[in-house]
């Protein structure tokens, strides 16, 4: 079994997705439903997948937990609540109880697009994690490089929550750099309660061309960070189809991932998700 643990779905009939912007992300301009991405994950021996966030509008969330009790191959969801509302301890309760609610595992904001690099120590923010970790529920960071040392001191500062960190927090792979990225990368591993998400690199990778070889300096500093146990596999469909299709995208992870045995393969592509996520 393996466990795809970041995907996206997106209807534009429903709303528009207001981060799909430019030339280059034109191709994603399209509907991405679950029927479409069913038959490709299941060729690819995907039994389970987490849905994840996308915008920040509360309506989504809903929409997202109403598609896991309709679709089997969805077995957790990552939504969006407003971290800073007073009451999202409430919020997070009254999502809860909504049909398919027992599949919401984790919250996840767009800390990528805030132009305060420190958005995450802020006491309002603060709270609204501290609200999370009550629930029971993890929190994946979705953020740049530049971002990972603010998400340290907040990962330190609230040991009670599991965060999860979205495409090993973004690498600059296309130019071929490690530093400062991977030193960060080691700060917040050294935390035992995070965990990493082998997703999203070949997207971050020369889109003039790239290959396994480009990514594993990313992928072995990531490996060698978090270990097996706390690093989980993620397609980030449908935005890695800019730059692989999804069997291309899982074979990658594979290849990044041939030094280690089959026991660690096993952690990586199924049980670290199904552990953290409680699938």
């Not at 429903?14 to 679950?34: C, E, H, K, M």
């Not at 953020?143 to 495409?167: I, K, M, R, W, Y």
């Not at 997207?203 to 960070?225: H, K, Q, S």
Request: some cysteine.
């Amino acid at each position: 079994m393996t466990v795809d643990a970041h995907h996206h779905v997106c209807d534009l009939r429903v709303r528009d997705q207001d981060w799909i912007t430019g030339s280059a992300l034109r191709p994603l301009r399209r509907n991405f439903t679950v029927a479409d991405l069913a038959p490709q994950a299941r060729a690819a021996g995907v039994e389970a997948t987490v849905l994840v966030q996308t915008v920040t509008v509360a309506e989504e969330t809903p929409e997202f937990l109403a598609l896991a009790e309709t679709h089997d191959l969805i077995a957790g969801v990552v939504g969006w609540v407003d971290l800073t509302r007073p009451d999202v301890a409430d919020e997070l309760a009254r999502l809860r109880a909504l049909p398919g609610g027992g599949y919401l595992k984790g919250i996840r904001h767009q800390v990528q697009g805030e132009p305060d690099p420190r958005w995450l120590l802020r006491p309002d923010v603060r709270r609204g994690l501290a609200a999370v970790a009550d629930a029971g529920l993890v929190y994946d960071l979705v953020v740049l490089p530049h971002q990972l040392p603010a998400c340290v001191e907040a990962a330190a500062a609230l040991p009670g929550l599991t965060f999860v960190l979205d495409h090993l927090g973004k690498p600059p792979v296309a130019q071929g750099d490690l530093e400062p990225w991977a030193s960060a990368v080691r700060a917040l591993a050294a935390l035992p309660h995070t965990v990493g998400k082998l997703s999203g690199l070949v997207t971050e990778a020369d889109p003039a061309g790239w290959t396994p070889a480009d990514l594993r300096p990313y992928a072995d500093v990531a490996l060698d960070a978090f270990g097996p146990d706390r690093l989980m596999f993620g397609s980030d469909w449908p935005v890695c189809t800019l730059a692989a299709s999804y069997e291309e995208v899982l074979h990658t992870a594979r290849t990044l991932t041939d030094r280690l045995t089959a026991t660690e393969c096993e952690q990586v592509f199924t049980e670290t998700a199904r552990r953290v996520y409680g699938l």
